[in-house]
């Protein structure tokens, strides 16, 4: 029976790492959304940035763009000529005291043997030819002169076939005969390739017979030609980097290699086949090495290229800016092999990190096939926005995280799990059904356990419809607030719709008109280059929105860095003026009044330090006794929040001029 148990390398990962955390990587993500960025793209550019504890695809390319510039400033490409070169100057001085301590050999046989000696050319390659035929006296001399042969051989071949130079080292006339049956068997297999007369038997063949010169261990033709034609194609590119001089110097030796032509025409056959049947190489390129101190023989070279191969793939891998990139592509064996395990693991993280931002739900193509952001990670984000709201108030105002009993406020009917510090009501229906749900798969475990508990929320039993109109002028946009507007905006939605459900939200953004927008609508708005700021068209349609939650307290809310310049006509079109036309200061002025008696409490939140817009919201908020805040940008969300909160605070009114409202308002404690 044959045995189908078999055995591979694991590459799943470490089984025992964490899941993958993407809370940083999304709230990074929707912060370049809400700054005009396409999911997609702002995705692209986390995973380029990293995080705080993360490398990104830029540390990784510029890794491999120092390790590049070291290969070619720490080479140079005369190995294998200044070894050539050292080996002939022992020869030739070995040659010389033999001949200067021979008193027997003739005086004029030893006259023409140092005049031979002293008039070698300067070409180490013509020095070798003249030399090919001459006897040498000194038995030294001679094994140098050998080795020099040998030399260009193993190069040669150490060029095709990776280790043949240390494989080859003290070989044998019976060794080289064995190359040679495999060069001539190997082009014989590649010919029948090439003429479609090649049968996985044939390769069979060859791999039984010559095996032992590929520690690659293909299993077809087509990996054994992918490994030869890869390592060919280098050598092809060292010898374009070099000089004329180099070359020619090269070419010239290369008739020495084991003292014959023979392995030249061999590998000069070898070549041309892989060349026919592997064109896509890179056959034709070239690199610029520098002067430095290590030499390069002539197959370290080929591995060099090859090197310099692998990290320009890896170039191209990692900037992803070709058309379906994805990390998946990213090599990490060559990876590991060029920068090391650790490179390997920082870009594996990318890869899971990347995949789980695909497969988590936080992102999904639309009809147009373009990524969004989902609900999901929308209230992710927002509850990231909410922390940092809190943070900035109990900051500012000395508090910090509360939890209100349940007798502070009446149950809304929502449940949560517990968490440490928790004061509210168990409720024991929920914490007993966890218990006998977590019992069904785990009949040993106890009866109750921690995390099985959850508690009632509360909160107190009021219920606002709030209009956040928010300006969405070009001014916005170039002074520096178009990412905190959103930012606010998704902080308190995500409040309203987690914490306080009974209240209703209106968003309301306002350029040359006014609308309503749903949050993932706001969060992906470009910044508008039209000009217009229509306070009056916004004021209609928060009035609208009060209009239709009669039993709810109005709270207004208007975020602007700029004056009226334009509202609606009669016949619905719009009107823009600049400087504000009167007729659109008294309409925004009428619909104000409109919202204060549907008994509004109306909060501005002036941005930037204009004189006349600080004197004209000031006038407004007196009119309907109303507050501003004129907060820094980057406090915006603080401010609206606060404002929110504080908005039916017991004993009634709106917060103070400055203030950021009561962080409880009421409404029970909202940071979850």
């Not at 025992?16 to 396409?38: N, R, T």
């Not at 197959?299 to 060099?304: A, L, M, N, Q, R």
């Not at 602007?560 to 310049?565: F, K, L, R």
Request: proline fraction near 4%; aromatic fraction near 6%; charged fraction near 30%.
């Amino acid at each position: 029976m044959k045995d189908r148990t078999r055995f591979k390398r694991y590459e799943g990962g470490d089984p025992l790492a964490p899941p993958v955390d993407i809370a940083e990587a999304l709230d990074a993500i929707g912060q370049d959304v809400m700054a005009g960025y396409s999911p997609e793209r702002a995705m692209q550019e986390f995973l380029r940035r990293g995080g705080q504890e993360r490398a990104g695809l830029d540390d990784l390319a510029r890794q491999v763009a120092e390790r590049r510039r070291d290969l070619l400033q720490r080479h140079n490409l005369d190995g294998t000529l200044e070894e050539v070169r050292r080996l002939l100057e022992t020869a030739v001085l070995e040659e010389r005291k033999q001949l200067a301590r021979d008193a027997l050999m003739d005086d004029a046989d030893r006259a023409f043997r140092e005049m031979r000696m002293e008039n070698l050319p300067d070409s180490p390659a013509a020095a070798v030819t003249e030399l090919g035929d001459y006897d040498w006296q000194s038995p030294q001399a001679r094994e140098a002169y050998e080795q020099i042969k040998d030399l260009l051989g193993r190069e040669l071949l150490d060029q095709r076939f990776a280790g043949m130079k240390q494989a080859l080292e003290n070989a044998t006339d019976a060794d080289r005969q064995a190359i040679d049956e495999m060069l001539g068997d190997l082009n014989d297999l590649l010919e029948k390739r090439a003429a479609g007369q090649d049968t996985q038997e044939d390769f069979e063949e060859f791999m039984a017979k010559h095996g032992q010169h590929f520690p690659e261990n293909p299993e077809n033709l087509d990996e054994l030609l992918d490994a030869l034609a890869e390592r060919s194609a280098a050598a092809q590119r060292m010898l374009n980097s070099m000089s004329p001089e180099q070359r020619q110097e090269l070419m010239e030796l290369s008739a020495q290699a084991f003292g014959s032509p023979a392995l030249m025409d061999q590998l000069d056959r070898l070549d041309r086949n892989l060349m026919s049947l592997r064109p896509g190489e890179d056959w034709n390129g070239s690199e610029r090495f520098g002067d430095g101190d290590q030499g390069l023989g002539l197959g370290d070279g080929t591995g060099v290229l090859q090197d310099l191969a692998d990290l320009d793939a890896l170039s191209d891998q990692l900037s992803q800016s070709y058309g379906g990139a994805r990390l998946d592509d990213v090599d990490l064996d060559r990876l590991a092999r060029q920068l090391g395990d650790q490179a390997a693991v920082d870009a594996r993280r990318l890869q899971d990190l990347e995949r789980e931002l695909r497969r988590s739900g936080a992102m999904e193509r639309g009809f147009d096939g373009e990524l969004r952001l989902t609900p999901k990670a929308m209230r992710q984000l927002g509850k990231a926005l909410l922390r940092d709201v809190a943070e900035r108030m109990s900051g500012r105002q000395g508090q910090r995280d509360l939890r209100r009993a349940g007798a502070a406020g009446d149950l809304s009917g929502a449940t949560r799990p517990w968490e440490f510090g928790d004061t509210e009501p168990w409720d024991i229906p929920r914490t007993m059904l966890n218990g006998v749900l977590r019992r069904s798969g785990d009949p040993a475990g106890p009866r109750l356990s921690i995390e099985d508990v959850e508690v009632a929320e509360t909160e107190a039993r009021t219920q606002a419809a709030v209009a956040l109109c928010v300006d969405t002028s070009f001014s916005m946009a170039m002074d520096g607030r178009w990412v905190p507007m959103k930012q606010t905006a998704l902080a308190l939605h995500t409040l309203i719709g987690t914490r306080f459900r009974g209240d209703d939200l209106e968003l309301i953004g306002f350029g040359r008109h006014a609308q309503s927008m749903r949050i993932e609508e706001l969060t992906a708005l470009d910044a508008r280059w039209a000009k217009g700021t229509n306070l009056h068209h916004a004021l209609l349609l928060a009035n609208r929105h009060f209009r239709k939650h009669p039993n709810a307290q109005p709270v207004l809310l208007i975020v602007t860095d700029g004056e009226p310049t334009s509202h609606l006509e009669p016949d619905g079109q719009v009107y823009f003026s600049y400087p504000p036309h009167p007729m659109t200061i008294a309409l925004a002025v009428r619909e104000l009044d409109n919202a204060r008696r549907l008994g509004a409490q109306t909060t501005f939140f002036r941005l930037g330090e204009d004189p006349g817009l600080a004197r004209f919201i000031e006038s407004m908020a007196r009119r309907v006794e109303g507050s501003v805040i004129a907060p820094e940008a980057d406090d915006l969300g603080a401010a609206v929040v606060g404002s929110y909160l504080g908005s039916r605070r017991p004993g009634g009114g709106s917060a103070g001029p400055g203030s950021y409202g009561d962080w409880f308002g009421g409404r029970g404690f909202w940071v979850g």
